[in-house]
């Protein structure tokens, strides 16, 4: 029996996109990472990830088309 690959990552993003070299992170994220006060190098990557991950899943919710009920909607 072959086994079946969990997704049991919380940073999962819907469509696989991943961060590339053309990558533009937001300018309000970058003004938070310029003047954030962080204890560690490793705290201030993870907030970074962290938010590469949310701006990629609101590009990701931007291009998924909404379901609608067939009774909802009147012509």
Do not use: C
Request: glycine share 2%.
């Amino acid at each position: 029996m072959a086994k079946q690959k969990q997704k049991t990552e919380t940073n999962w993003i819907p469509f696989d996109l991943k961060p590339d070299r053309n990558f533009k992170m937001s300018k309000q994220t970058k003004r938070s990472l310029a003047l954030g006060k962080f204890s560690s190098e490793e705290d201030r990557h993870s907030y970074r990830r962290a938010m590469i991950n949310a701006q990629l899943a609101e590009e990701a919710s931007k291009r998924t088309p909404l379901k609608r009920d067939k009774e909802d909607v009147s012509a």
